[in-house]
Structures are given as structure tokens and as C-alpha cells.
């Protein structure tokens, strides 16, 4: 078990869809990520959230909308993706944006396929 | 960010001890060593991190020298269960962000 929850943990949908994944903390970090790992590969960084502001964006298509409602929840909007968007999305969190000894907790991903 | 540089894979045995080095030769001074785990279809696990010298918990010890130019994890007396992949993150990048390399694939043989 982990203290970010992530769902739905599985999703397929269609290019002419449109979804949201979401991603949940309670542990009071202020600090809040999505990276996007595809298989055998690391996890690459898509975007920053510090104190519910987007700090980070890593030219991330904006068939990908990211939101943060509040200081313990993230969502991240889908829409007209390709299928090469096929991945696990992982959501993770840190005390601190600017922190430097503040380790990152992550979920266990929703695994996304598009077809 | 401080370019890390691991192995790409190691074999170990059960029981056996298992040292993974990094080397971060550009490390600064506000940078911590921070080693992540990850197994399957999961999100990577915060193990340990450390500053200078050795820390240990529960889990694994690290030991940095003192110019921390290179760090090493030791996992003690490893089980199958330890077979994953482990990324050791240094800093940040010039960007500010927190980068991924592309860690060691650790694969505990019986």
C-alpha cells in the first residue's frame, strides 16, 4: 500500500475519448507530479505542481490537461490521445517543491491504454 | 542535476549482500543521494537517502565518501523479493527538476 492513491489503476480508451486520472494524498505535501514511465524505460517528468500552482510543465501535449484542485488531490485530463501516449502515469508527492531533502512518495500508476 | 552513472544490471544470489555504486561526479552542495526502488507495474519506493557519510535504516545502509563524487547502496542478505530496479537520483537539474536516470536492473538468482 502507498499514501498516494491513484485510479482508476487500469484504463483503455478510444483517440476520441476523454478521461481524467486522479491521484490523491493526505500525508500534508505541498509538492505534487505526474511522470509518465513506458516500459523498460524511467520515469520522465510531465508536470510540477507547488502550493496547487503549476511550477513545471516539460512540454507536455495539451491533449494532456493537468489540474489540481486542492492541496491533496491532482487530476490529469485526457483527451484525443495517440495511441504512443500508451503508459503507466505515475503521481507522486514531496513536502516541499523547494526542499531539497524531500523524497518523493508515488503511487502505483494507472496503466493507460489507447487504442 | 548532478549526471548519475549505475550499471545497467547485476546478478546476485539469496542471502548474498549487494553493493550498487553511483557515481555523480558533478554533485553540489545543497545535492542529497536519494535511491528509489521499483518493482512492475508499480511506483518506485523512496529507500534511503543521505547527505555525507553512511546512513543506514531498516532496509539498506548507503555509504558516501567524502569527496561524494559516488555513492553505494548495500542491500543486506538479499531475497527474490529484492528483484527490481533501483535508480539513484541526485539533486536537480539546472531546470530545477527532478530527473530519472536509467537505474540498475537487479535480478536476485536462487
Known amino acids: 500500500d502507498t499514501e498516494v492513491t491513484q485510479t482508476p489503476k487500469h484504463l483503455v480508451m478510444g483517440m476520441t475519448n476523454k478521461k481524467s486520472l486522479k491521484c490523491e494524498q493526505h500525508?500534508?505535501?505541498?509538492?505534487m507530479y505526474w511522470y509518465k514511465q513506458k516500459a523498460k524505460k524511467p520515469p520522465e517528468l510531465m508536470f510540477v505542481?507547488?502550493?496547487?500552482?503549476?511550477?513545471i510543465n516539460e512540454s507536455v501535449p495539451s491533449r494532456f490537461s493537468p489540474e489540481c484542485p486542492n492541496s491533496s488531490l491532482l487530476n490529469l485530463h485526457l483527451h484525443a490521445l495517440q495511441p504512443e501516449d500508451s503508459a503507466l502515469y505515475l503521481c507522486?508527492?514531496?513536502?516541499?517543491?523547494?526542499?531539497?531533502?524531500?523524497?518523493?512518495?508515488f503511487g502505483n500508476g494507472t496503466r493507460l491504454t489507447v487504442t | 542535476l548532478a549526471k548519475t552513472t549505475q550499471p545497467i544490471s547485476m546478478d546476485s544470489y539469496e542471502g548474498q549482500e549487494v553493493n550498487i555504486t553511483c557515481s555523480h561526479n558533478?554533485?553540489?552542495?545543497?545535492?542529497?543521494i536519494t535511491w528509489y526502488q521499483q518493482f512492475p507495474s508499480q511506483g518506485p519506493r523512496f529507500i534511503i537517502q543521505?547527505?555525507?557519510t553512511k546512513v543506514t535504516n531498516e532496509v539498506a545502509s548507503l555509504f558516501i565518501p567524502a569527496d561524494r563524487k559516488s555513492s553505494t547502496l548495500s542491500l543486506p542478505r538479499v531475497s527474490l523479493s529484492d528483484t527490481a530496479v533501483y535508480y539513484c537520483?541526485?539533486?536537480?537539474?539546472?531546470?530545477?527538476?527532478?530527473?530519472f536516470g536509467k537505474g540498475t536492473r537487479l535480478h536476485i538468482l536462487p
Open positions: 505542481y507547488s502550493y496547487e500552482k503549476l511550477s
Open positions: 500525508m500534508g505535501h505541498r509538492a
Open positions: 507522486a508527492s514531496s513536502q516541499s517543491w523547494s526542499s531539497y531533502n524531500s523524497p518523493l512518495h
Open positions: 537520483l541526485v539533486g536537480r537539474n539546472r531546470d530545477d527538476k527532478i530527473i
Open positions: 543521505g547527505y555525507k
Open positions: 558533478n554533485i553540489a552542495t545543497n545535492d542529497y
